[in-house]
């Protein structure tokens, strides 16, 4: 059976769709609402279970060198830098589960999962508007007037979903009391050593501090969330300046205030979420990534999930038969579940980070520090073990449309 499939959304879990469904011989299309493509200067990680996913597509080696892998994932207290908890990641996730994890430049991992994708599948300046089913197709309603039709439709469209609208209604995601400024710091601009090669978060009252290596150790990227009652948008490119990101931390470590300093540019960032999707799909049409579960950053699992939708769904439609409903339900079935529940711990990490009471700070801390000191173990601090072992392209992970479809 010919299968035409149309991605709306070049994002890094578009591509990484396309790009399994180019893998499998599938004629697909991805529409992209920009003019041309790329990624905004800002920093993304990929775990163990996301680099399964690019080992699968046969980029793990690539990605590996446009990477930077950390030593190890440490917590520190805001004020003091005191190492709160401390998880080896360099060489012991591999060991423990089967791949790494590495920081990146979103742009090169974008252009790396754009190398899959046949150029001419992309459309640029195809905006989606909306999406329907007619005559045992699917049809995505371009802004132009424009219509494209295929066999099957996935939304990887983003937060503000075009796709989730016309399945499911208009619904504004809920501003979530956070808001972030993110920024890149040469490493030339910072002292010696300064920084340990490590990704770090920095736990203080109503605010929290991530940092980490990308571009082989050329830059640090970092995303500094506080708590905020004003209204921020929901963008990659509003900017600030460094007044308003310095002050906000002035009174952190120094660390994190010469690293804030430092940055060439200030991106503000309002965080936006919603409660998790109860259902993905509708006949021919289907979801993914932030289109059907926004996560916050506190677990940096965004990407990792869409790069694991993506896989799936493609392994779905491969293994589908005619009924594409049903073939799009076990995919739903399949995933939902498990990004149900990154989603919401990502939720409860943003509550957590940011304490303000003394008595939950000192708590929590102590926790960590019981952790820390099974460190031997593997344990990590943040109890995350399940998300990293996970392998969507693994044989007992393959999606077949005669499971049976949750409710």
Request: glycine letters at 10%; aromatic letters at 8%.
């Amino acid at each position: 059976m010919t299968i035409k499939a149309i991605v709306v959304g070049a994002g890094l879990g578009g591509l990484t769709a396309a790009a399994s469904l180019h893998r499998r011989g599938i004629d697909t299309v991805v529409l992209e609402q920009s003019s041309q493509l790329g990624e905004i200067g800002a920093g993304v990680q990929l775990a163990p279970n996301a680099l399964k996913v690019l080992r699968a597509l046969g980029l793990e080696q690539r990605a590996s060198e446009l990477g930077f892998e950390p030593d190890a994932h440490v917590v520190r207290n805001w004020k003091t830098s005191e190492v709160l908890a401390y998880t080896p990641y360099k060489g012991a996730l591999r060991k423990a589960f089967g791949a790494d994890y590495f920081g990146y430049h979103r742009a090169d991992l974008h252009e790396l999962l754009r190398s899959a994708v046949p150029r001419d599948a992309i459309r640029l300046s195809a905006r989606c508007t909306g999406v329907r089913e007619e005559g045992g197709q699917a049809i995505v309603e371009l802004a132009d007037g424009s219509e494209l039709a295929g066999d099957v439709v996935v939304g990887a469209d983003g937060i503000h979903s075009r796709v989730r609208a016309s399945l499911f209604g208009e619904a504004e995601p809920r501003y979530t009391g956070n808001a972030c400024w993110r920024g890149m710091t040469p490493v030339s601009a910072l002292p010696p050593s300064l920084i340990a090669p490590d990704m770090t978060v920095w736990f203080g009252p109503g605010a929290s501090v991530v940092h980490y290596y990308i571009r082989g150790g050329e830059f640090i990227n970092w995303m500094a969330a506080f708590e905020s009652d004003q209204w921020a948008e929901e963008s990659w490119t509003a900017e600030g300046t460094r007044e308003e990101a310095v002050g906000r931390f002035a009174d952190w470590h120094p660390t994190i205030q010469a690293l804030i300093s430092k940055s060439d540019r200030y991106l503000k960032w309002g965080l936006f979420d919603r409660d998790p999707l109860p259902q993905w799909s509708q006949g021919r049409i289907t979801l993914m990534g932030d289109a059907c579960h926004p996560m916050l950053p506190y677990l940096a699992q965004g990407a990792c999930m869409a790069l694991e939708d993506g896989y799936a769904v493609a392994d779905a439609i491969a293994a589908g038969s005619n009924d594409m409903a049903a073939t799009l339900g076990a995919y739903e079935q399949a995933r939902r579940e498990r990004t149900a529940r990154v989603q919401l711990l990502a939720r409860t990490r943003s509550v957590e980070n940011h304490l303000r009471d003394e008595a939950s700070m000192r708590a929590r801390d102590e926790r960590f520090a019981r952790i820390g000191a099974q460190a031997a173990t593997g344990q990590h601090a943040y109890g995350i073990e399940w998300i990293y072992e996970h392998d969507v392209t693994a044989p007992h992970h393959t999606i077949h449309p005669a499971q049976e479809v949750l409710p």
